[in-house]
């Protein structure tokens, strides 16, 4: 399994679990009822916040007794790191999407699909990562942007810039923490500064990775 490189002093320290060893296999209707917990916690967690809700108040949520809540969670906190998990697992499905429909040698394209699919993602998921750093739980909003940029950043450099690697020179090196850093910076540019023009976005990409001369910029 891989681990996630560790930052020390960060919020990287601990490296991350894999999904499928922290969430045992579940049969159709057990995979229906986490999801529905998952549901209630990701809606909790954009009405109430993270620090308010309780066990009560998702299992209200998802019509199910706090014994079934716990049958698969053992806390609140253990559910609310698995819906960032989920909410990761749609980000980097759309990634992926992008990733396979990229045309080869392309490059000025590929460039312009992943700002617009970075800005779309970051406007779909506003409402619920905006509540995770409005409720004073600055430490989940942490983990949520530290697993995302992680696994988004890996899957980049392990798929994306291999295929690149085979048809153009690389001038950057440290390639995962570059991306990380990268994809950080973005976020937080884009979430304090959202009429930011993809045309930006774009240069500051193109500038980082030193590609200019492979991309048209405005």
Not at 49 to 67: E, Y
Not at 117 to 128: A, H, R, T, V, Y
Not at 176 to 191: D, K, N
Request: aromatic content about 8%.
């Amino acid at each position: 399994m891989r681990q996630t490189k560790s930052f020390k002093g960060g919020v990287m320290d601990t490296p991350l679990t894999s999904r499928a060893t922290a969430y045992p296999l579940l049969n159709e209707r057990g995979e229906t009822t986490r999801s529905q917990i998952l549901d209630a916690v990701q809606a909790e967690i954009v009405e109430r916040g993270a620090t308010a809700m309780t066990v009560s108040s998702i299992s209200k949520r998802a019509n199910l007794t706090r014994s079934l809540f716990y049958h698969y969670f053992a806390t609140k906190d253990e559910a609310a790191s698995a819906v960032l998990d989920s909410v990761i697992d749609d980000f980097l499905a759309q990634v992926r999407h992008w990733n396979e429909g990229r045309e080869l040698g392309n490059v000025d394209k590929a460039l312009d699909d992943a700002v617009h699919l970075m800005c779309s993602i970051i406007d779909q998921d506003g409402p619920f990562s905006m509540s995770l750093a409005g409720t004073g739980n600055g430490q989940l909003y942490l983990q949520f942007i530290d697993r995302a940029a992680d696994r988004i950043a890996h899957f980049v450099v392990d798929n994306t810039v291999e295929d690149f690697r085979r048809h153009h020179e690389i001038k950057i090196g440290d390639l995962y923490e570059t991306f990380y850093m990268l994809i950080v910076g973005l976020i937080s540019l884009m979430r304090t500064h959202p009429d930011i023009s993809e045309a930006a976005v774009k240069r500051i990409v193109a500038h980082t990775l030193q590609i200019d001369d492979l991309v048209q910029l405005d």
